[in-house]
Structures are given as structure tokens and as C-alpha cells.
């Protein structure tokens, strides 16, 4: 059983960086691909990072391609969000996954493992 828990959230001002974490305590990390998620008041889930198990691919949804940074630590059991050039728009509750079946995801029902959120607000 994967548990995943997300650090690193905050406020931030328009055109700052934060740097999201997320620890798996599971005994698979290594073999999961990862997907970063977010979801702002009144708004559907929507998906913005993703990187497949080896580390080798990665992709973006095209509002933060650019800007945020996907990576992973497998001796870590570690996946990072970079977030720069941050916008108010960014404002979200962020959210890690795993995915245990795909070589990696963009759609959330693809991901069988989900952290509790945490909140970064961007200020202009």
C-alpha cells in the first residue's frame, strides 16, 4: 500500500518559486509512474505534471510547460515539483499520485494512489 504525503506548499508572490515534495512510504515508489495534480475552488481536478517510472519521460500540461519542473528520487522514494514564474493562477490545492499500471498518465483515474493536497497561493 502506497502513502503519499506532499510538503513544501505556501504562499508565494506572483513570479516566485516554491518547490513541492512528495514521499512515498510504499515499497514500490521505484516502479510507479507519478502524475502532480491540482484543483482550485469551484474548479475540476486538473492534471499538470507527470514522469514515468524510470525518470526518462516526462510531460506538462501546456499552462505550466516551462515553468514547472517535474522530478524524481527514487533512493528518496521522492517525487519534486519545481514551480517557477509563478501566476495567481497557479492558486491550488496540489495534489501527488501514482500510477501502478501506466508507463505514465495525464488523466487522474489512470493514477490508484492519491496524497491529501496541500494548499500554494500565489499573491499578485
Known amino acids: 500500500q502506497e502513502q503519499l504525503v506532499e510538503s513544501g506548499g505556501g504562499l508565494a508572490q506572483a513570479g516566485g518559486s516554491l518547490k513541492l515534495s512528495c514521499v512515498d512510504s510504499?515499497?514500490?515508489?521505484?516502479?510507479?509512474?507519478m502524475g502532480w495534480f491540482r484543483q482550485a475552488p469551484g474548479k475540476e481536478r486538473e492534471f499538470v505534471a507527470a514522469?514515468?517510472?524510470?525518470?526518462?519521460?516526462?510531460y506538462y500540461a501546456d499552462s505550466v510547460k516551462g515553468r514547472f519542473t517535474i522530478s524524481r528520487d527514487k533512493a528518496k522514494n521522492t517525487v519534486y515539483l519545481q514551480m517557477n514564474s509563478l501566476k495567481p493562477g497557479d492558486t491550488a490545492v496540489y495534489y501527488c499520485a501514482a500510477d501502478s499500471s501506466s508507463p505514465w498518465a495525464v488523466v487522474a483515474r489512470s493514477y490508484d494512489y492519491w496524497g491529501q493536497g496541500i494548499q500554494v497561493t500565489v499573491s499578485s
Open positions: 514522469i514515468s517510472w524510470s525518470g526518462g519521460i516526462t
Open positions: 510504499g515499497r514500490t515508489f521505484s516502479n510507479y509512474a
